[in-house]
């Protein structure tokens, strides 16, 4: 697994390093802009010089360009909407893990990249849905592979915990999505 190195307000991972520092950082900040306008309260309760605390990463989108993944880390400046993660081609905003299984309006605790066109994202796993989210993760957290297809980023694996577990922001267990 990828560690993160922190760099101003981000933490990267070691692949992304070299891009912020000459290059990349353009779109990196380009896509943290896009993120930071969706969220623009959350000036309110962190001090960053964005104004927003992310976590970023990337890989290569296999066609010759790359793919970001920016994590919002907090949501509010309470423990009920933890991490969102904003997937990018380029600059180019693709989709969110709010719209991707699991289906969580949160609950995300980390973003990695995980080879080519690929990424894995960490989501907080309460023991039951009627948990407080003040005691999100108590049982721990599941990890999904989203995998770009040039066009959509869709899920290649994970699984929903077994009843009575949900993934934070869930809710309910319930079948995927058609």
Request: charged share 15%; hydrophobic share 40%; aromatic share 10%.
């Amino acid at each position: 697994m990828l560690g993160k190195l922190t760099v101003g307000c981000c933490a990267l991972v070691p692949a992304v390093a070299s891009l912020f520092l000459g290059g990349g950082n353009r779109q990196i900040a380009a896509d943290e802009a896009y993120v930071a306008g969706v969220y623009a309260h959350c000036a309110a309760f962190t001090p960053s010089p964005h104004h927003c605390s992310f976590a970023v990463a990337a890989t290569p989108d296999t066609a010759g360009g790359r793919l970001y993944a920016v994590e919002l880390r907090y949501q509010t400046g309470d423990d009920c909407y933890a991490g969102i993660v904003y997937f990018f081609d380029q600059t180019r905003f693709i989709t969110r893990t709010r719209d991707l299984p699991p289906d969580s309006i949160g609950g995300v605790t980390t973003v990695h990249a995980a080879g080519a066109a690929r990424f894995t994202v960490a989501y907080l796993v309460d023991k039951n849905k009627d948990t407080s989210c003040a005691a999100g993760g108590d049982a721990g957290t599941d990890t999904y592979t989203y995998r770009w297809t040039g066009h959509h980023m869709v899920r290649q694996s994970g699984a929903l915990p077994r009843p009575p577990e949900v993934i934070l922001g869930t809710g309910i267990n319930r079948p995927w999505p058609a």
